[in-house]
């Protein structure tokens, strides 16, 4: 396979994703050699460094990054460039138009174009116009735009801008990040679902109970509190990661693995969800704020006393709430998700709770929680565990739970491509897979719309959970209802 070669322009090359993401994801691709060394990177920003900053400052985020192999690490920063810019001067872009040009020519591109935003998104509209009025996306190569979350506040403003970029650029040069969709265990639900005599014909309504699907984290919002008061749990993370994981786990097999197939199933299971009615939301989702809590003989503090965060806000930091999906394979399962900061673990696990049998020859024998369950661990552990009955060992007929398990800790084990490094490359070969199409996004925002309304509307006080718990009695109530509960997850 030919390697891609292509300039990246990064909007916002001096901010903290660049640094802890992208410079290290570009580099463990050139030095893999999965990207063409004819490559060059622009970064952009408002403040005035010159190359040599820039290049310093991906080294040193290059050395602090990765541990080990750092071999043509000068080679690699040599090809960055560094643009003071101020992204609503027009003259900026000519500039811009210029640089592209030269370096173009300089390293052979073939007029290629990544443009990358990882900045504020209030400017992601305005940039992708000027790129095209000035003539920046006209080039003999492709152009394609990658566009960091948050994709809008709400459906509206996420139209907008949809709007203002497709002036710009089209569906397909669209590159919509959701960095869960890169994760090695996200990509691989769909091969665990689809390449297992095993399991797809059980995976539905006459035989799954219900899907758990829990994304916590032991980290508070840090120094983040300006951006998340404005977002809170609902959209920081359910919207686009928690969303999509249960897309690719209710989806039909696509007809083939492609772009367009694989996303147009996913479309439909966003169309089949139940709407929440206004009433039904106190009773479908949970929300919640961390308070005071003990982390490892350690006291934290509670989500009002963060750095940039209101006294008396009333912003969500956890969400636990139940999804319904009304189509003929999915009829009365729920799909329960469950994020929050400042929770007992930081990970990432599925659960796919099987039914029982209809008549269970051992019901008197089997141990409490004999469930048959698949848990698809996405981070730290990447792996998958199936949770059987067995015999136990000894004269009587007793029986005890067998776990299959097959997983290795994400950190440990043999280095996984980080989410971003596959993204990068995948965008740089016009792979639009893991991405998320703008017809998912505006599906899970008409979502997502429907919930943060109600709870504006709503007078009442947030519930709080003690930092490092898995969260408030609401969110185990809401299983409780269902006679289900929250399968651990350490
Ligand atoms: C980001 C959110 O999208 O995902 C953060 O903005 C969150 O608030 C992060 O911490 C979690 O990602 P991961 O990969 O650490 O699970």
């Known amino acids: 396979n030919e390697q891609p070669k292509s300039i990246i322009v990064i909007f916002g090359a001096t901010g903290d994703l660049a640094k802890r993401k992208l410079y290290p994801s570009l580099f463990r691709l050139f030095q893999k050699g999965s990207i063409s060394e004819q490559f060059a990177v622009v970064g952009i920003g408002r403040r005035e460094w010159s190359d040599e900053t820039l290049r310093s400052q991906v080294k040193e985020s290059i050395q602090t990054e990765i541990s080990g192999d750092h071999t043509n690490l000068d080679e690699f920063c040599n090809q960055f460039y560094y643009k003071p810019f101020n992204v609503t001067s027009q003259h900026s872009y000519t500039e811009l138009k210029e640089m592209l040009h030269t370096l173009d020519k300089r390293h052979q591109i073939g007029g290629n174009r990544v443009f990358y935003m990882a900045m504020a998104p209030e400017f992601f509209g305005t940039i992708a116009q000027y790129l095209k009025s000035e003539g920046v996306t006209e080039t003999e190569g492709w152009t394609r735009l990658v566009i960091e979350k948050p994709f809008g506040h709400d459906l509206a403003s996420a ?3 949809n709007d203002e970029i497709r002036e710009a650029f089209s569906e397909d040069e669209i590159y919509r990040i959701d960095h869960y969709l890169g994760k090695e265990m996200v ?3 769909q091969v665990i679902r689809f390449a297992n005599a095993v399991f797809e014909p059980l995976w539905n309504n006459q035989h799954i109970a219900n899907i758990q699907v829990t994304s916590s984290e032991r980290l508070g919002v840090e120094d ?16 686009n990661h928690m969303m999509q994981m249960v897309t690719l786990l209710a989806m039909e097999p696509p007809l083939r693995l492609s772009t367009e197939e694989i996303r147009s199933e996913k479309i439909k299971v966003l169309r089949a969800l139940r709407p929440i009615a206004d009433q039904q939301v106190q009773e479908s989702f949970i929300r919640a704020q961390y308070g005071q809590g003990v982390y490892d003989g350690e006291t934290v503090q509670g989500y009002l006393k963060e750095k940039n965060v209101s006294p008396d806000s009333q912003t969500e930091t956890f969400v636990a709430g139940k999804l319904l999906i009304d189509n003929y394979r999915w009829a009365g399962v729920p799909f329960y998700i469950r994020t929050g900061k400042r929770m007992a673990a930081k990970s990432t696990k599925i659960v796919i709770e099987f039914k029982p049998q209809p008549h269970n020859l051992y019901h008197d024998k089997i141990e409490k929680n004999g469930s048959n369950l698949l848990v698809i661990h996405i981070q730290p552990d990447e792996g998958m565990t199936l949770m059987l009955n067995g015999k136990k060992i000894g004269t009587t007929g007793d029986t005890s739970s067998v776990n ?22 995948d965008c740089m070969i016009g792979d639009a897979t893991n991405f998320a199409h703008w017809d998912e996004v505006n599906l899970s925002w008409a ?5 943060s309304e109600a709870w504006d509307e709503d007078q009442s006080n947030l519930p709080s959970y003690p930092s490092g718990s898995m969260g408030p009695r609401e969110a185990n109530e809401l299983l409780e209802q269902d006679e289900f509960h929250w399968w651990p997850i350490e």
């Not at 983040?224 to 919207?239: C, H, I, K, P, T």
């Not at 994400?410 to 993204?423: F, K, S, W």
């Open 447 to 451: 979502y997502i719309d429907a919930i």
């Open 224 to 239: 983040r509190g300006g951006y998340y008061e404005n977002s809170g749990a609902l959209r920081d993370m359910v919207q």
């Open 159 to 161: 139209k907008k801008l």
């Open 404 to 425: 299959l398990n097959y997983s290795q800790h994400g950190i440990d084990g043999i280095n996984t491509p980080e989410a971003y490094e596959r993204l990068l490359f």
């Open 187 to 189: 990509q691989n639900i």
